[in-house]
Each structure stands twice: as C-alpha cells, then as structure tokens.
RNA sequence: GGUGGCGUAGUUCAGUUGGUUAGAAUAUCGGCCUGUCACGCCGAGGGUCGCGAGUUCGAGUCUCGUCGUCACCGCCA
C-alpha cells in the first residue's frame, strides 16, 4: 500500500525519457493493451524458469516484472544465448507483447509477456551471495556489505523512494510558505557543548582542526540576522557518538529558522508541515497536536517522549503504601504503578517473565509488585503478607483500576524507577497491541527546563542548547535557582519517537552572556568560542526561534520501520563502519606527514 | 566504557546430557520436463563449526580470552 503510493507519486511505470536504443518501455510498463507491439526491454535476470521446451525469464528493473519467453521455435542464436544466462544478469530483450495464456494476478504486467526475437546481453553477473527478494536469505551483515545488491531489492527501493516523496513534500510546502533554502558549511569550528565532534585536520594550517556540524545551529542564527527571515535545509548533520538503531554518525535533519516570530508560531508552522506530510504521503488525517509541559509528560508518562496511543498512565504510590512494614516499599524514595487493563488473567509465568524483564541490568528494578483485580471485587497480590484487602482496595483507587484489571508496582531512586515504570509500560503496551504502527499520536511536549544539572562535571548544561531562550517569566530565577528556569523550548513527539525539537533563541548579547556565564564559560571563552554570534547580536539581531526534525526517523516512522538504517541508502553498522567501502581506514605515511600528525596507538 | 544475544555449507538456520561419517532448506552445477510465475521431479558438489588457549579418553557442544555482528545501558546540548 504504502509502496504503491510512493511509487506512483514521484514516477509513474513509465520512464519518461526513454532511450530507444537500450529499451522503449520498462518492466514495469506494458499491459494488454500493447499486444502485437514491437518492443525493447532492458533490465536484470530476476529468475529463469526451464520447462524444457519452453523456457520463462522474468526479466526485472526498478518499475516492475516482465515475463519472456523462449520455445523450441526460437532461433539458434537465442536459445544459445539463453544458455549462458545466469540470476541478475543485465540483458536487453527485443520481442512482440503477446496475451498469455494463463494469467497472473498477482503482478500488474501479469497478462502479457514477450515473445523473443533476440536477447543480447550487456553485462553478466557472478552468483549473487544472497537473493535478490523481498524475502531475501541475506543477513544483515552480507546485505551491508554488498548494500549495491540489496539495493535491488523491492522493499529497500520501496523505502528510499518513501524517503524521496518525503524530501519533495517537504520542500514543496516550505517553498510555498515562503522558505529559503540555504546551504550551510560543514567545514566548521569544534565547540565544546554538546556531542563530540568529528574532526578534520588542516593541511594548511598546521595542528589546527575543522570540525563537522552537529547541526547548522548557529548558522541558521546568522542567517537570521542576516535579513533571510524563514530558511530552511536539508542537511547531513554529524555526532562523533555511538551509534543505536535510530542513531548514525552522519544522519539528516530538516533544519528551519524564523525571523519575528514567537514560539506559537514555529509551533503552527511545523505543525502544518507534519500534516501537511501526513497527507501527502500517507493520506493520513492527523487531528490538532496537544500541547504539554515537559512536567505532566515526566508525571503521566516517566518520559519527556510520550508514547500517547494509549493510556495506562503512571500514578504515584509513594504515600499510598508506605508504613506497613514492607521493608522494600518503606526505604523507597519513590513507589509508583501502572494499571494494565484486563490482565488479571496473567498467569505465574507471565508474571514471572514480566519480573524477570524489570530485573534486567537496562531496567535495573529489584522486583516487580503485582496487584490482581479479580471479577469478584477481591485482590490477590504478590505482597499479600503485608497488605489487607482494604489497603489495595486504596491502591486500586489511585489507579483507577477496574475489576479485571492487574496493577504493576515498581519501587526504588525516583530516577530509576519513574524510568523504568516508563519502560514497562511501553513492554505492556506492545504486548497488549496498544501501539499499532498505523495510528499516529503527535504531540508538542513544552516548556522544558532551560538547564540541567550534571553530576560528573558539576555544572549546569543546557538541556537544549546554549542559544536557548529562558521564559522571560523565569528570566529573573536564572542566578538564583537556575534549575528552576523554563525554557522556550519545544520538541515534536510522535508515537514516542522525538521526531523534532527547536526553541526561541536568545537574540540579545548580554542575556547571551549571561547564558554563557551559567554554563561555566570564562567571558574569554565565550568570546573565543562564540564571539562572532555575540557581535553579530550588536547589530541588529531580529527575534528568531526554529525547529529541526531527525528525517531519517521521520521517514522511518512514515515506513513503519524501528531502524533508521532501512531509510538510508548507505548506513554505517553498529561500530560507525561502512563494511562495504570499509572506512573508516588508515592512511598513508605520506598523508599524515603532509597533515602534521602523528599517531600515538596502542599495539593493534 | 558496560550488559546481553548471535557466529556451523555460497546463504538462512538446526545440531539433544560432551560420544560413530556435522544435517535441513535454499542457492549453485548436471539430467528430465510445453504454460511456469517461490515451477516440478531426479542427482551431484559444497564445512578452518569465527579465531586462540584450556578442561576431557573425546569439544560444534563446557570454561577463559579474543575478533566480528546485533540490541540495549552509559553517551547522544
């Protein structure tokens, strides 16, 4: 389904600048209404058929299936030729379109086929290591490495397809609202917030570095001030950082900034641009985003990412459960559950695998407390030993649990066990099928906090970033309870992924300054570092606030794909490697030299 | 940096409590076959059980190390 609309969007079967000389029609292209025509078709041997006498090819390019055929009446030259050919082999066949005697349905060329006049082939193929299907016998591995192959496949051009639609979609409705599309460098400076950076040595200046955005982030602000007024990219962005399903080192964000504009207003735009997408690409109605401060997400959810499809909200037990001298609960710093409907049917097993998946080391709950709703308004509990039936009868009330119904408590450091609440209710959620693929939930999650406390480097940093605008509300709390400050800070959450966050930027040198200073920087070093930004503010900086989605995960949600591997032509594996060029290598002596470097490696 | 899974034929996998000659499917090659479309049938070839060490009379199987890969935690403003 979703293939299909990607397909007929940007490319219809045809192939609208035909070479006559390699073919007049694609695979993918003729249909009963062609019979008796003279045609040249050119694509790769998907699957050779010998019946003896007669033989069928199916002959494959980006656009579908054609069938040829082969009797004992062809000529010698052809049924010679036919003998040499081999799976993925790049042939060009000329024949006339005839009806088939007995039809296909399944594929849309299905009623015709070609009756061979000649083949020639225009360039053989070894055995390929792993089919060429939608259900191919390759691994992940092998298809990495020989990604050119997998690349045939169906279901990975289906994606990259999808991907394009989406990149078209975007840029049409960003032209149309006025956007300028504008290319930032990637040769840029190292800063020390944020992620690390990958870095690029300079011949020409020796010992000194470039380094490869993490996002055009003060770019765009320059641009701003530079009169542009609504910009947006496209753009390769790069975070020297391990790597995770919905992670790559190099990935692409949809980057967009505005001029005389408050947050409402990114927050419209972009919430016209998802629908927009929505639409276009899925023909998916999606109804008007909520909006929620990053509080109530933490409180209802454990999350800052909300996963809105479904319910099974947490609710805090702390107050609930505690002097009943249940030694766990009662050293506790934080009790709290979820409410899982109808589960009270859950057997030992179940429950004993649901325990054992909180004690994993990702999870890191000791134990897992369970509460069982039954029909006849009693409860069985696993900590029946401490607690009367009318002390569950409370908690059952906190959360709103229905006969039927099985509470799951999680106890422990606040932190930890909010976190791991959230984890389980998202396990229950799938395992309930509460999270169906093809329903979309987008939410703006608001008002993060501006800074956030790092134990490590006792510091406060930016939980966004160092541009981010405080509240002008909470402006005045920014030296004395600086943990306390808002900020307008936005992120655009869908299905539970971040598919987007943004904020309203500083545009003022000395509130800039101020920032900097919280976050540890010597006014020498924000003048080193960011000096530029500071000045430019000094002449003129309009207010200006913007946005970036992670596209890759966008067109992966669009998909209905986990990975965001799926929806980029060339990704790099766990290690950040590229198996199939494989890079990263080493270089030469000579080219070390030139660079002024010098390794200092451990035996390898 | 850490936790866990996986690594056996070209490929995807099975392989019981440590015990005879390591199997299946698929791919490849050969033969038969006139309506197939995951064609069918018959046959053949194909193995450094990731690598190294250890335990044992005996290791694909157990232990340790190592490499690769995947998922996750840390990390990712």
Redo the contacts with the bound molecule.
């Keep these: 389904m979703k293939a299909e609309i990607a397909k007929n969007f940007l490319f219809s079967q045809t192939n609208k600048t035909i070479a006559i000389m390699y073919r007049t029609h694609t695979c993918g292209e003729l249909r009963i209404k062609n019979v008796d025509e003279e045609v040249t078709l050119s694509g790769w041997v998907q699957?050779i058929?010998?019946?003896?006498?007669?033989t069928?090819i199916?002959l494959r390019d980006r656009y579908g299936i054609t069938?040829l055929?082969i009797?004992?009446n062809s000529s010698k030259q052809l049924i010679d030729t036919f003998q040499e050919l081999?799976?993925e082999y790049v042939i060009q066949a000329k024949g006339s379109v005839k009806e088939?005697?007995?039809?296909?349905k399944?594929?849309p060329t299905?009623e015709i086929?070609i009756d061979l006049n000649s083949i020639s082939i225009l360039s053989p193929s070894k055995?390929p290591?792993?089919?060429i299907q939608d259900e191919t016998?390759?691994?992940?591995?092998?298809r990495?490495k020989y990604r050119y192959l997998d690349l045939r496949r169906d279901v990975v051009q289906k994606n990259l397809i999808l991907r394009a639609k989406v990149a078209h979609a975007i840029r049409s409705y960003l032209n149309n609202e006025n956007f300028i599309e504008t290319e930032t460098p990637v040769l840029i400076k190292s800063t020390p917030?944020?992620?690390?950076d990958f870095v690029v040595p300079s011949r020409m200046n020796p010992g000194e570095f470039y380094a490869l955005p993490?996002?055009p982030?003060v770019f765009k602000q320059l641009l701003m001030i530079g009169g542009f007024d609504k910009y947006y990219q496209i753009v390769k962005c790069f975070?020297d950082?391990?790597?995770?399903?919905?992670?790559q080192p190099e990935f692409t964000q949809i980057d967009c900034e505005m001029s005389f504009v408050e947050q409402n207003d990114i927050l419209n735009t972009f919430e016209g641009l998802t629908k927009h997408l929505f639409n276009e690409v899925l023909e998916v109605e999606v109804s008007e985003f909520p909006r929620m401060p990053y509080f109530e997400a933490m409180e209802r959810y454990g999350s800052d990412k909300p996963d809105i499809r479904f319910g099974m909200e947490l609710k805090n037990l702390t107050e609930t459960v505690k002097g009943n001298n249940f030694v766990v609960f009662d050293s506790a710093e934080y009790i709290g559950g979820i409410c899982a409907e109808g589960c009270a049917s859950y057997t030992r097993k179940q429950l004993d695998q649901l325990t054992n998946w909180v004690k994993?080391?990702?999870i890191g709950s000791k134990g897992l407390v369970y509460v069982k709703c039954n029909e006849d308004g009693t409860f069985k509990s696993s900590v029946d030993k401490f607690y009367s039936q009318d002390d569950l009868k409370k908690w059952a009330e906190v959360l709103d649990a229905k006969p039927g119904d099985i509470i799951f408590v999680l106890s422990g450091e606040k932190n930890q066990t909010v976190s791991a609440l959230c984890e389980l209710r998202l396990e229950m959620g799938n395992q309930l099928g509460l999270r169906d693929k093809n329903t979309y939930k987008p939410l703006w999650v608001v008002d993060f906090p501006l800074l956030?406390w790092d134990d490590?480097s006792k510091r406060f940093?930016?939980?966004?970033?160092?541009f981010t605008s405080p509240k002008p509300e909470d402006t005045s709390m920014l030296e004395s309870d600086p943990g306390k400050v808002r900020a307008n800070a936005y992120d655009l959450v869908i299905n539970g992924v971040e598919i987007g966050g943004g904020s309203v930027r500083i545009f003022n040198s000395e509130l800039q300054s101020r920032m900097f200073d919280l976050l540890g920087f010597t006014p020498e070093e924000a003048n080193n570092q960011f000096g530029f930004l500071m000045n430019a503010f000094k002449y003129g900086a309009p207010p200006h606030a913007g946005i970036a989605f992670g596209f890759d995960r966008l067109v992966s949600l669009f998909a209905g794909l986990d990975?965001i591997?799926d929806v980029i032509a060339f990704p790099k594996?766990?290690?950040g490697?590229d198996?199939m060029i494989d890079s990263p290598s080493l270089v030469s002596e000579g080219q070390l030299k030139e660079l002024s470097l010098k390794l200092d490696m451990k035996e390898k």
């Design positions: 699957r058929r010998d019946l003896g006498a007669m069928f199916d069938q055929v009797d004992e081999g799976r088939r005697s007995s039809k296909n399944n594929i299905g086929e055995v290591p792993f089919t016998d390759g691994g992940d591995e092998l990495m917030e944020g992620a690390r993490q996002s982030q975070r950082e391990d790597l995770r399903a919905d992670r994993r080391p990702q956030e490590e940093h930016a939980m966004h970033h160092p990975s591997r594996n766990n290690s490697r198996v």
